[in-house]
């Protein structure tokens, strides 16, 4: 501020000097006020300029709203001029104001001088009535996405909130929750989307790439078998990021759905070995070896029933001079020495000894003149042999065919009454040759006419069969939908050591699946990186290796069951419950693609893959509501093992270590900080305590294992008779197969 003051002066110019302040005074003012704010104040006496030193406006206050206030305020409200002795008196500390000592009252008035009002966010400040004001800076972008705005000297860009405005990545190919066939280079392809700011960089799990100037991408995707998970991340110039997490499903081929009727059979899904103590085991105290069925079924055959009555027909009887007998033979008895049934060149071998036969013997002649004989027959022993070969026919059906059977009495005596006995000499010799070949016939008539219908329901019903899986209902849903699990012989192979059977086997569902499907996931090689076949290796008693394809076949009918569309609260889910103090939680499960299990990941290794699991979620977190929608993809090690069952051991699955979660949330509403440790510590108890625990292991234990009613095809066994397999041990996973080992059991 400059302020003067004037030295002694005539009176009558002193009068003319404050007539002409008065004036511009009033001219200022409008009113005539002492003080007004834009105008000069106007003091009462006069003095002389000389005698008021000037004051450096360098060295003043730069910013108007430094002035100081008024000294006094009138009652009625005006401000009287200040008094002041010299023109120090009027300073104000104002950079925008002139002040002089004029008749000992300050007079003040405004400049135009540069000045700085403490604003970076203006540039040119210049004092204009008494305040300095500067241009502001020009911020605005031109684009509706952003409110505009200045801090601290520098431009500022907010964010328009909406969805509209947001930066978002679009990724058209592979779409999530597709099921890609393998077949030349795989491209991810999609667009990014920034209306508030342009994109500076975009990667795909951490990897740079290229992107056009509208956010178009297209960049090689190399994938595996299974589960693969897309993460891309793009940021903008205003520091904004955003994730994409998306996942597909990747295999060289698919099994399409079938229905319940004609369910979809897998080949070679699973492989079934029988060593030959299955067949023969030299023991007949239990029912577990088909030698000893064959067994019980000679101890129940009525060989007399086999036998024709009367054993020669009219005219076909021994005869001596005019005399014909018609022979019959009853009460036939004998024991079951030995039954021997072993696999050989490619078939069943059958030997069989009966000892200690006898029969009662009625030779009657009509004429009255020719004696009658009565009396008894033995044999030393009948030898059975025959040859059994088993085929596969159209549909699974087993046959089995004995293209060869001999039979041979040995050791014939005969011990007869009545008659004329030293006359029937000669009836040995006909017992020997006639006699014998009659049983013989009647022997190798009941090999094929009772063994055969035995065997084909032995083998039928142990790799051909068809029944419901009924899984019990998670808490507050509805009941499963019904599983159909399927299973039919496809080749058998007979080796000196035993039988291996193949057989297709399939799991299928009526229901509509949730969700577009290709089908199952079929392994094949891993996509090369895993060609080697896998083999039996024929160790235990009873064998039985179940592929990769079965059990993802049996998962993905469990998802297309919709069994896997759940409603769940905080009954059923551990972990986030208790950590983070949910309430009133109501979720909902919505997979877009059936779970998996694999061990091309990691060879020996079973991992269980979920991918696009949809969740809904509401819920009370810290006192107030919250919401989550979201898409969680995750691997977990999943370890075979075998649990002790009611009456065998069951197959059973222990959940090891997640080794993967990622997830891509749509919507988040009331979550806080919480959010990812929430998300992650609940995608974890979804899939542990209940697509697995709850759903996964009981579909694996409702798996029906053979159980063959021995008494529906064996005489002499009662109805009730059960034979099954009881596995006792379990080998790691070898290219793609589960091998069970164990024995025969008969509970």
Request: aromatic fraction near 6%.
């Amino acid at each position: 501020m400059q302020h003067r003051s004037f030295p002694s002066l005539p009176g009558v110019v002193r009068l003319a000097l404050a007539a002409s302040l008065l004036l511009v005074a009033l001219a200022c003012g409008g009113t005539g006020d002492a003080s007004s704010t834009d105008a000069d104040t106007v003091g009462g006496d006069t003095a002389s300029p000389d005698d008021t030193p000037a004051v450096d406006k360098d060295t003043a206050p730069r910013d108007a709203s430094d002035a100081a206030a008024p000294d006094d305020v009138d009652p009625d409200g005006a401000t009287p001029p200040r008094e002041c002795d010299s023109g120090a008196d009027c300073d104000d500390d104002n950079r925008c104001t002139d002040e002089l000592c004029l008749d000992h009252h300050c007079v003040i008035t405004s400049n135009t001088l540069p000045c700085d009002d403490g604003d970076a966010c203006t540039h040119d400040d210049t004092c204009a009535a008494g305040s300095c004001a500067g241009i502001p800076k020009e911020c605005a972008d031109a684009n509706s996405c952003t409110t505009d705005g200045c801090s601290a000297g520098a431009c500022t860009h907010k964010v328009v909130a909406g969805d509209e405005c947001a930066l978002r990545i679009d990724v058209t190919s592979p779409a999530r929750g597709a099921s890609v066939t393998a077949g030349g280079p795989l491209t991810l392809t999609g667009t990014i989307t920034s209306p508030a700011a342009p994109i500076v960089a975009a990667t795909l799990d951490g990897v740079p790439v290229d992107f056009t100037p509208d956010g178009a991408f297209s960049t090689p995707f190399a994938p595996v078998p299974g589960l693969n998970v897309i993460r891309l991340r793009v940021r903008d110039e205003l520091g904004r990021e955003a994730d994409r997490v998306q996942s597909f499903l990747y295999g060289d081929n698919w099994a399409a759905k079938g229905t319940p009727a004609a369910p979809k059979l897998l080949p070679g899904a699973i492989d079934l070995w029988l060593r030959y103590d299955v067949l023969d085991d030299d023991d007949l105290s239990d029912l577990d070896d088909v030698a000893t069925l064959v067994t019980r079924a000679l101890d129940g055959l009525d060989l007399e029933s086999q036998i024709p009555h009367p054993l020669t027909a009219e005219g076909e009887g021994p005869s001596a001079l005019w005399c014909t007998w018609t022979i019959d033979v009853t009460d036939v008895l004998y024991d079951v020495s030995s039954v021997d049934f072993y696999p050989l060149d490619g078939s069943l071998w059958l030997s069989v000894t009966l000892t200690s036969f006898s029969a009662y013997v009625d030779a009657v002649a009509p004429e009255w003149f020719c004696p009658d004989a009565h009396g008894y027959v033995f044999a030393d022993l009948i030898g059975i042999d025959a040859e059994v070969r088993v085929t596969v026919g159209s549909g699974g059906v087993i046959s089995t065919a004995v293209p060869y059977v001999a039979a041979t009495v040995e050791g014939i005596e005969l011990a007869l009454d009545g008659g004329a006995v030293s006359l029937f000499d000669w009836l040995l010799n006909w017992f020997s040759d006639s006699f014998a070949t009659k049983i013989e016939d009647a022997v190798e008539s009941w090999v094929p006419a009772s063994l055969v219908p035995m065997l084909n329901g032995l083998l039928g019903d142990l790799a051909t069969y068809q029944k419901a899986l009924t899984l019990p209902a998670v808490a507050g849903n509805p009941p499963a939908a019904s599983i159909t699990a399927a299973v039919q012989a496809q080749t058998i192979d007979i080796s000196d050591y035993g039988v291996h059977v193949t057989a297709r086997a399939g799991a299928e569902v009526a229901a509509t699946p949730p969700h577009a499907t290709v089908g199952s996931l079929l392994r094949g090689d891993c996509l090369g990186a895993d060609p080697d076949a896998f083999w039996m290796p024929e160790w235990d008693q009873v064998e039985a290796a179940l592929s990769e394809d079965l059990m993802n076949r049996a998962l993905w009918a469990l998802w297309a069951s919709g069994a896997l569309n759940l409603t769940l609260d905080e009954t059923v889910l551990g972990d986030s419950v208790a950590r983070f103090n949910l309430k009133n939680v109501d979720l909902h499960l919505d997979p877009l693609l059936p779970p998996v299990v694999t061990s091309c990941s990691t060879p020996g290794q079973l991992e269980l893959q979920v991918g696009d699991l949809g969740v809904t979620a509401a819920f009370d977190l810290g006192g107030g509501p919250g919401q989550l929608d979201l898409f969680g993809t995750l691997r977990i090690a999943v370890l075979p093992v075998l649990v002790d069952g009611a009456e065998h051991h069951e197959l059973s699955l222990e959940v090891g270590e997640v080794q993967d979660l990622a997830f891509d949330v749509v919507h988040a509403e009331g979550t806080g900080t919480a959010l990812s440790g929430l998300v992650e510590t609940l995608l974890a108890d979804v899939v542990r305590n209940v697509l697995l625990e709850k759903l996964v292991k009981d579909a694996i234990q409702a798996w029906p294992v053979p159980e063959i009613d021995l008494g529906a095809y064996v005489p002499g066994v009662p109805w009730g008779s059960v034979v099954t397999f009881d596995p006792e041990t379990l080998a790691p996973v070898d290219h793609g197969h589960l091998l069970l080992g164990g024995t025969v059991v008969t509970p």
